[in-house]
């Protein structure tokens, strides 16, 4: 089981950027765990905006392609969430998600705000 904090959540105006960091403190092997990002925007279900596993191919959302950009380092236990282009959209609480590429089950953490607006 992993324990994930996220970090670099902010209040940022349309067309601006952020960098999200989530770091496992557990000290499990990183890299076999799938990694991502979800996010819960105001009066909207949470849904998965990108995802990586073990290959260099992350997952993107049709929202995010071509804006956000998926990484991780497994030696720094952390992944990343370079977001780009950013619109009021986005706006939301983003959470970092895990689960074992075996089986076991699901990590959250307990999520970073995104503000996007003028």
């Known amino acids: 089981q992993l324990q994930l904090v996220e970090s670099g959540g902010d209040l940022v105006q349309p067309g601006g950027s952020l960098n999200l960091s989530c770091v496992d403190s557990s000290g499990n092997i990183f890299s076999h765990y799938l990694m991502g990002w979800y996010r819960q925007c105001p009066g909207k279900q949470r849904e998965l905006v990108a995802q990586?596993?073990?290959?260099?191919?992350?997952y993107y959302s049709d929202s995010v392609k071509g804006r956000f950009t998926l990484s991780r380092d497994n030696a720094k236990s952390t992944v990343y969430l370079q977001m780009n282009g950013l619109k009021p959209e986005d706006t939301g609480i983003y959470y970092c998600?895990?689960?074992?590429?075996?089986?076991?089950?699901?990590?959250w953490g307990k999520g970073t705000l995104v503000y996007v607006t003028s």
């Open positions: 998600h895990s689960r074992p590429l075996g089986t076991g089950m699901d990590d």
């Open positions: 990586i596993g073990s290959s260099d191919s992350p």
